[in-house]
């Protein structure tokens, strides 16, 4: 947060716009964020307007820290370099039409 918005001063629930400016994005990207159920959030009042807990703010900033611990500790890990996974299965590279492969036929 800025020295300007303190937590104190914004309460439990947050606007769009003071969640775009926690998270240093446009009030369009909270908004997107919002809708799309990444950020969960609730409609308040007749103007139905969306409002954001603080405490769900703060879980979503550290669940997105540890995605990006892990995906840094995927990428450093031996399986980092594995080009495709697909249906549970590895696809490795056809071995066999290499030219200098052992086709297990005797010359």
Do not use: C
Request: hydrophobic share 35%.
């Amino acid at each position: 947060m800025t020295d300007s918005v303190s937590s104190d001063s914004l309460g439990r629930f947050l606007t769009l716009a003071d969640t775009a400016e926690i998270l240093n994005i446009t009030a369009a990207q909270a908004q997107d964020l919002v809708r799309t159920g990444e950020l969960p959030a609730i409609r308040i009042g007749t103007s139905r307007a969306w409002r954001v807990e603080r405490v769900v703010l703060e879980s979503y900033i550290e669940a997105k820290y540890e995605e990006a611990r892990r995906l840094a500790l995927w990428e450093q890990s031996d399986f980092g370099n594995i080009p495709e996974l697909s249906g549970g299965r590895i696809i490795q590279p056809d071995t066999i039409n290499r030219p200098d492969s052992d086709t297990g036929a005797d010359d």
